[in-house]
């Protein structure tokens, strides 16, 4: 069974360029997690996605960012206009209906230039 | 906030001695998870000790939970300089599926 799965590992852009962070949960999770990790910081919860549904995302910022989590396929994390802010750690981890443990991916590094 | 926050930032000792580590958070919770994360790697799931659960053990790890103080705290045994890396907590709120981080413990074993 494979684990989580996140791409692109390293990703570079520009400022005002868009960024699309793909999530592919462990086979059988239909529970999707965004987290962001600020250098010497611990991870920030983002936002909480089931099949075609957002749960929570209490902790995205209000403008740029979105996520969804279609029926097939991954879940993408989508910022537009990317600012230096935005370089970090985003993690995703996933866990299957009614689990607690939450798996986590190996992260895409976005660095804005 | 409801976030874990970890005890001490920063804990170096010798290889083969034990390394405690704590945490506090300030709500209800439904469990309590710790994480490791390796210098530039994700996160690698510990152990889960439940809120009616007062000790849990795995291998060399055992974890307390005291949920009247809002605290826990991770022990690893015998050290192993493999075992270098952030440690974190993660209190799972009673109502909602999120984990909450702390800034972690950067854990140095020295050999």
């Known amino acids: 069974n494979a684990g989580v799965m996140q791409n692109p590992r390293h990703l570079v852009r520009r400022r005002g360029q868009e960024a699309r962070l793909r999530c592919s949960p462990m086979k059988g999770h239909s529970h999707v997690y965004w987290y962001r990790q600020l250098p010497e910081e611990g991870l920030k919860f983002m936002v909480y996605?089931?099949?075609?549904?957002?749960?929570?995302e209490s902790g995205m910022p209000k403008e740029r960012f979105s996520a969804e989590f279609p029926k097939e396929g991954p879940s993408i994390l989508r910022i537009q206009q990317v600012v230096r802010g935005d370089s970090a750690a985003y993690f995703c981890a996933s866990s299957p209906p009614g689990g607690n443990e939450q798996f986590f991916g190996p992260g895409t590094r976005l660095t804005v230039l | 906030s409801q976030q874990g926050e970890e005890d001490p930032q920063a804990l170096s000792i010798q290889e083969g001695e034990n390394a405690t580590m704590n945490c506090s958070y300030k709500?209800?919770?439904?469990?309590l998870q710790w994480y490791r994360q390796n210098s530039g790697r994700g996160l690698v799931h510990l152990i889960l000790i439940r809120s009616n659960e007062r000790e849990k053990h795995s291998g060399r790890l055992r974890v307390t939970l005291d949920t009247s103080k809002k605290s826990s705290s991770l022990l690893i045994t015998a050290s192993r300089a493999a075992d270098t890396a952030s440690y974190f907590c993660?209190?799972?709120?009673?109502?909602?599926?999120?984990?909450?981080f702390g800034a972690g413990t950067i854990l140095r074993v020295k050999s």
């Open positions: 996605l089931q099949k075609e549904n957002i749960i929570d």
């Open positions: 993660a209190p799972h709120m009673e109502y909602g599926n999120k984990l909450v």
């Open positions: 709500t209800s919770i439904n469990n």
